[in-house]
């Protein structure tokens, strides 16, 4: 199948995009991710995904356009729910570039990281692979987590330590939050 693989970062494509094409399938990257903060971050994955990128030969559109403003519009007064829109924010461009092109088939290195909600990530995925008649291609990728990350260390990609959100950051770096979100 030809599949259209949205990226969140160099990192995590290595996984996914080595079992897909062990499996014989065609894959072509998209970077669409208006979440990351700050704009550094969001130039550093970027580098680290055309770095992978050229070592893997791996075909990957990459949109650069800073997406915070609109990422922030849509989830200010809705942090708890911040995650669900996340994944639609960056999912269903996904999917209509992948009908645009003609793939077969559409996934997410979303599903490579242990700390996504695994469950309402393929929840979302059916319901636009059912809105838009391109399929859904479903993997747990998150049993090769070690790989990916042995991987990028060898291949010296930058590493992000937080998902990239402002949120995330803060979950990230903040011990005060940390304690109380642990009480």
């Given at each position: 199948m030809d599949i259209l693989l949205h990226v969140c970062c160099g990192p995590c494509t290595i996984y996914p995009l080595s079992r897909l094409r062990?499996?014989?399938h065609v894959v072509e990257g998209y970077f669409f991710n208006p979440n990351i903060h700050p704009y550094r971050e969001f130039k550093r994955r970027i580098g680290a995904l055309v770095e992978l990128a050229d070592k893997t030969g791996l075909p990957v559109e990459i949109d650069r356009n800073y997406g915070l403003t609109k990422y922030l519009r849509q989830v200010v007064f809705h942090e708890q729910q911040r995650c669900q829109i996340c994944y639609d924010m960056r999912l269903e461009p996904?999917?209509?570039?992948?009908?645009?092109?003609?793939?077969?088939a559409f996934t997410s290195t979303l599903l490579y990281s242990r700390y996504q909600n695994h469950d309402l990530l393929k929840k979302k995925c059916e319901a636009l692979a059912e809105k838009y008649g391109v399929a859904f291609y479903y993997?747990?990728?998150?049993?090769?987590w070690q790989v990916g990350i042995d991987g990028s260390i060898a291949m010296g990609l930058y590493r992000q330590p937080y998902c990239g959100c402002i949120y995330s950051e803060q979950e990230r770096y903040d011990k005060k939050l940390r304690k109380k979100k642990r009480r």
């Open positions: 062990e499996q014989g996904t999917v209509k570039r992948a009908a645009e092109q003609g793939a077969d993997e747990d990728f998150r049993e090769g």
